[in-house]
């Protein structure tokens, strides 16, 4: 499985924008897309994952409500929308994938870069 991540860029404080990871390769209904981000100078942070089969999503406290997790399986994407974006998010956003339950995410997509504008 490989994972591309796009749709970074620069944005203004309280504004939007929507992240895409692409897969491709053998993907089963069964793994799990996460999306992550890594600021400068601080460690890989989780935001939300979502899996394949299903509707359920988790998402960490710094963004729930903020941004959202969506997946169009029929493209194999997996979307992260951002709204009410924050200089503090700042960050390389990576998508990963999980492909058995409570192990380890890996595949890496290639990070997209994330600048908010005070």
């Known amino acids: 499985v490989q994972l591309q991540g796009s749709g970074g860029g620069l944005v203004q404080a309280g504004g939007s924008l929507r992240l895409s990871c692409t897969a491709s390769?053998?993907?089963?209904?069964?793994?799990?897309v996460g999306w992550f981000r890594q600021a400068s100078g601080k460690e890989r942070e989780f935001l939300s994952s979502?899996?394949?089969?299903?509707?359920?999503?988790s998402y960490a406290d710094s963004v729930r409500g903020r941004f959202t997790i969506s997946k169009d399986n029929t493209k194999n994407i997996v979307y992260l929308q951002m709204n009410d974006l924050k200089p503090e998010d700042t960050a390389v956003y990576y998508c990963?994938?999980?492909?058995?339950?409570?192990?380890?995410?890996?595949?890496w997509g290639q990070g997209t870069q994330v600048t908010v504008s005070s």
């Open positions: 990963a994938i999980r492909v058995v339950p409570a192990s380890d995410f890996g595949s």
């Open positions: 390769g053998r993907i089963f209904s069964s793994y799990t």
């Open positions: 979502i899996r394949l089969n299903g509707r359920l999503a």
